[in-house]
């Protein structure tokens, strides 16, 4: 069985940094297809995660009559630093998998970014997790 994150995590994955904006970020989801978006600085460090939540709830609706200027002026200038949460939950690589699942549950998170030092060297997901579960049972 796989006993560590660093096992299953995606390796060095794609991230944005705190000054991209909201509309990068919808950009960024879209075409990885992935819900958490690491936010690291310049030299990778990890400066916290944005979600596809957060970036919903931090977007009006473009639907609603005489919006649409509103929501092009706030996914244009809006910085992920802005709606990202900061006070983020990690993990190093050598972290057991249990402990890993552990803070899953403890923490209600939905990612767990794996990091060495305080670089981003990972991140697992609950998607992950359930894979391997799928080739357990």
Known sequence: M????????TREPKTLRPDQTLLDAMCFLRDHGVRHIPIVDADGRLEGVLTDR???RAT???LLSGQRQVWEEVVRGTPVAKVMTRDVVTAAPDTPLREGVRRFVEDRIGCLPVVEGAR???IVTAHDLLKVMLEKV
């Open 2 to 9: 796989t006993t560590t994150l660093g096992a299953i995590m």
């Open 54 to 56: 957060d970036v919903k």
């Open 60 to 62: 009006p609706s473009a």
């Open 120 to 122: 981003v060297v990972g």
